[in-house]
Structures are given as structure tokens and as C-alpha cells.
């Protein structure tokens, strides 16, 4: 398989669902900053991924 050869898709969707299906590891970027780069379930911490991902783009997008 691709993860065992140590391969990467780069693949984008606008359904994090289908990303949490098919991938282990993602990277999230923020006008164009990478803000996370690792394992989906490191990220999620229990939630899903749509849930953590609009929490941590909120977060750093609130102003000062």
C-alpha cells in the first residue's frame, strides 16, 4: 500500500467527511499557512473532523 512505501496524496475535498474515510494524516492550511500537519486522530481529540477543524480556524482567526 501507499502508506507502508511511505507515499502522500495530496488530495483535497470539500467533504471533511470523506477525508476523515480516507485518509490518516492531513494538513490544514490557513491562508496559506500549514497550522497542522499529522494524524487525523490527533487532530479530531474525539470530535469530528468537521467540528475540529471550523474550531481551530475560528480560533486563530479572532482578532485581538
Avoid at 507502508?4 to 494538513?27: A, N, W, Y
Amino acid at each position: 500500500s501507499l502508506s507502508r512505501e511511505c507515499k502522500m496524496i495530496f488530495f483535497t475535498s470539500p467533504s471533511l467527511f470523506d477525508t476523515e474515510e480516507l485518509c490518516v494524516g492531513i494538513g490544514v492550511l490557513n491562508r496559506g499557512s500549514l497550522i497542522y500537519s499529522g494524524s487525523i486522530d490527533a487532530f479530531t481529540k474525539g470530535h469530528s473532523l468537521e467540528e475540529q477543524f471550523v474550531t481551530s480556524i475560528e480560533k486563530i482567526s479572532k482578532p485581538l
